[in-house]
């Protein structure tokens, strides 16, 4: 059976453990980032005001962030390990005719000294976090040439009353659930290693969605976790519980509120 390897940290290290195939058809159902923040991070990394600027999208799955920087006219070179994701992925961005990468945070097989701004969008999480901003201090080039780096996730925001129901249930059946490194202020982080990144700036910003609770259901299926792996009888069951319960007690549709955190800060040397 697969393990999950983790660092000094605590920080999963991306392996058979943390293959995503199973989980990729599932990755529509999920919010994509808060548009507002994507430009606000546009805006501040100067991506759209330096020539020849150059986006590296790391862990980038099915596309969800790719698109997001590709809408705005960025050049984005989409980096997925997970054969399923990319090819999702590969066919959402078709008609921008950009080239896919096969490579992982640590190890991305791009260029050195070449990528402007380095994205990391739920994906920082599933990697060596100090082999992945090492990764990402690689292929940025040096100063006084703009070098980014950016760490985000969409969260379910837990004042609003469905997410808050949602999670009620979930710690019915797993009273020791954790939500792991993506929750975590990742401003510690990247302090400690202000040698490699500097000068952090943090984005919060809320946004509303409409779900039907079949969506919502759906877009738990892409979620990959310690409590309930769904390659497992006991992993289906355990959700299978969940669910059900979680439509007996929320509504048939519902508009419901995430927030996607950010933190971006500038190559150091």
């Known amino acids: 059976m697969a393990q999950t390897i983790e660092t000094a940290d605590k920080t999963p ?55 997001l920087l590709l809408e705005r006219g960025l050049n984005v070179t989409p980096v997925e390990p997970n054969d399923a994701m990319r090819k999702i992925g590969i066919d959402a961005t078709k008609p921008y005719n950009i080239k896919w990468s096969d490579g992982t945070g640590t190890e991305t097989g791009l260029e050195s000294n070449k990528y402007n701004w380095t994205t990391f969008g739920s994906s920082f999480n599933v990697i060596d976090r100090e082999l992945g901003l090492k990764e990402a201090h690689r292929i940025a080039p040096p ?93 289906q069951e355990l959700f299978g519980k969940i669910t059900r319960q979680m439509r007996k007690i929320l509504p048939s549709s519902f508009k419901i509120k995430y927030t996607t955190r950010a933190w971006t800060a500038e190559k150091a040397v």
């Open 143 to 235: 100063p006084p040439q703009p070098a980014y780096f950016t760490c985000m996730w969409n969260h379910r925001n837990l004042s609003d009353p469905v997410q808050k129901t949602a999670e009620d249930v979930i710690e019915q059946f797993v009273p020791s659930y954790e939500r792991g490194v993506r929750r975590e202020d990742q401003r510690p982080f990247l302090e400690k290693h202000s040698a490699l990144f500097k000068n952090i700036c943090y984005i919060e910003l809320d946004f509303d969605v409409d779900r039907t609770i079949d969506e919502y259901i759906l877009a738990w299926r892409s979620v990959k976790n310690k409590y309930w792996d769904l390659d497992t009888k006991e992993g």
């Open 13 to 67: 290290v991306s392996g058979t453990s943390w293959d995503y195939s199973k989980h990729a058809e599932f990755y529509q159902y999920r919010p994509n980032y808060a548009p507002k923040a994507i430009d606000m991070l546009v805006e501040y990394t100067g991506a759209k005001k330096t020539a020849d600027f150059k986006v590296a999208d790391i862990g980038a799955g099915t596309g969800n962030l790719t698109m």
